[in-house]
Structures are given as C-alpha cells and as structure tokens.
C-alpha cells in the first residue's frame, strides 16, 4: 500500500557518520509504524529499528542501541536512520519497510518494502 524508496548509503570510514532517508509515497503513510532492515552478504536480514506512526516510540536492535536514530517526518512522508559511530560489521543493503501486522523485528510483519541502498564501512 506504500512505496518507499531509501537513499543516502555510501562508503564511509569506521567511526564515520551517514544518514538514511526513505521516502514515502501512499495512502494514511502517518498511520503506519515504520522499520530498517539490513541485509549482509551470506546472512540473514536483520531488524534494525522501527518506529510508531506519530514518532512517539522506538525500538532498536541491541548492536545499534545508542549508535542508531530513527526518526521521522509526517508533513513530508519520509522516515530516517541516523547512523553514529558506524562499525565495518554494520555494512549491508539497508531496506526500509511499512509495518503491516505483527511483532516489530520480524520482517515477515511488514507488508511494504524499499528497494535498499548500500552502506558500507571501512576499517
């Protein structure tokens, strides 16, 4: 029921700043809670962090709590992950994706999904 389309990844250095943009486009986008996911090469994809519809609440994974921000913009249909401190294992394809039903960090519970962007950290 919603498009999204994520930006912003690149190549930085560990220790380095980048933050992510996913941009919505879709019917009630205010009402929906709203998650990253990453994929490695070789693993699983992998919850990241969500957010509820008005922004009020978050939930992170434990390998990013106080490195990673989610946050979001209503008035422009665009969420964001704001990443501090990146490590080389946070490189992956980051996606992110509309909550349908379900419990947050399990991807299956999403209904909609970007196309991802690449984020990758040197050592």
């Known amino acids: 029921q919603v498009r999204l389309v994520e930006s912003g990844g690149g190549l930085v250095q560990a220790g380095g700043t980048l933050r992510l943009s996913c941009a919505a486009s879709?019917?009630?986008?205010?009402?929906?809670?709203m998650g990253w996911f990453r994929q490695a090469p070789g693993k699983e994809r992998e919850f990241v962090a969500t957010i509820s519809g008005s922004g009020t609440i978050t939930y992170y994974d434990d390998s990013v709590k106080g490195r990673f921000t989610i946050s979001r913009d209503n008035h422009n249909d665009t969420v964001y992950l704001q990443m501090n401190s990146l490590k080389p294992e946070d490189t992956a394809v980051y996606y992110c994706?509309?909550?349908?039903?379900?419990?947050?960090?399990?991807?299956?519970?999403?209904?909609?999904w970007g196309q991802g962007t690449q984020v990758t950290v040197s050592s």
């Open positions: 879709g019917r009630a986008f205010s009402e929906y809670w």
């Open positions: 994706a509309a909550l349908g039903s379900g419990t947050y960090y399990v991807s299956e519970s999403y209904h909609s």
